[in-house]
């Protein structure tokens, strides 16, 4: 049986999601999250965030400032933030807690 989800359903899904994701932030459509970890451990998380973003299709902006990883999901545009960039959240967490706790 498929389960139909209105807008309005949809869009509580997300927020529900978005409040189980600690340290993330929402902009607008999209959300932010900021690692304090050092240049080994950002290299290590970028290769693992890309395979899973590759898989999911989606183009999450990763940079490196000083001693902390910025990472970046969603469009920005008008565009609304979909399951999959949720799921990428915290797939990334996932990554960056293997790489921290090595």
Known sequence: MRVLFNSRAKHDYL???LT???GWT???EQIRRTLVIDDTQHAAL???VKVVADALHLRPEISRRADSTQIRVGHGSSEP???GEVLLAARIEDAYRAVTES
Do not use: I, M, N, W
């Open 46 to 48: 970028t290769e693992r």
């Open 20 to 22: 189980l994701l600690s």
């Open 26 to 28: 929402r902009e607008g």
């Open 81 to 83: 933030l979909t399951e």
């Open 15 to 17: 927020s529900d999601a």
